[in-house]
């Protein structure tokens, strides 16, 4: 059960364009992809940055070059849920925690002042699963957000829904307490789901991807990593 003191919400926060920052090929669908074919669909202009082409996955290794496939994966993941336009940058994957924040940051600050964003959308702090480049990704983001003064918006999982993740699939989700998001969201999720279909080399077996989404249901969480000016929690 939600916190009586949080309410179902029907939007996502107003912006006129949005900066995805992700760690790797997937990311954007499979934990953003609501969220991003939402936003679009409310009339926001949506950008994706994703530092790594995800050639370390052990999913899909014996589809040649990995790297190249989850390229063209994202770039057909990315037309299904209507992004405007996507930077995929070259950093190795399963080593972006190795990166020096400050360099992280440049490219991030390039996308978001060329698209004119104001609104950064990230995984939550702790990466979701706790994969390091998820984290660095997000810190990375809101450093960049620091020094351009922007909001910084992550999706969050709620803990009842790790809890169950990772007891029947000895994972490592990073879940928060209802009083920890702000609100929570109503989506539909027929373009995420199209968009997941185009991540061949990863979604083809992946029990715990189904497995989570159907334990969120229709809804997904949100906190503010930082606020809009003047903006209050949800109440």
Not at 108 to 124: C, N, P, S
């Amino acid at each position: 059960m939600e916190s009586p003191t949080k309410r179902l919400l029907d939007e996502l926060p107003d912006a006129r364009s949005v900066l995805v920052v992700c760690a790797h090929p997937d990311d954007e669908s499979f934990g953003l992809g609501a969220a991003l074919a939402t936003l679009v669909e409310s009339g926001s202009s949506t950008t994706v940055l994703c530092f790594t082409h995800g050639e370390a996955s052990t999913l899909g290794a014996d589809s040649g070059d990995l790297g190249r496939v989850r390229a063209g994966e994202l770039a057909a993941a990315a037309s299904e849920l209507g992004v405007g336009h996507v930077d995929l940058l070259d950093y190795c994957d399963g080593r972006l925690a190795e990166e020096k924040l400050d360099e992280l940051t440049v490219p991030i600050r390039r996308a978001a002042e060329r698209a004119m964003v104001d609104l950064l959308l990230v995984f939550d702090e702790g990466g979701i699963t706790g994969h390091p480049d998820h984290c660095r990704a997000t810190e990375a983001g809101i450093a960049a957000a620091r020094e351009l003064d922007l909001p910084v918006l992550a999706w969050a999982l709620p803990q009842r829904v790790t809890e169950v993740l990772n007891s029947e699939f000895s994972a490592g989700f990073v879940g928060r307490r209802d009083e920890e998001i702000d609100y929570f969201v109503s989506v539909e999720r027929t373009r995420q789901f199209r968009a997941i279909d185009q991540h061949v080399s990863q979604a083809t077996d992946n029990p715990v991807l189904g497995r989570r989404l159907e334990l969120q249901g229709n809804r997904e969480a949100f906190r503010w990593l930082s606020r809009p000016r003047g903006a209050t929690m949800c109440q």
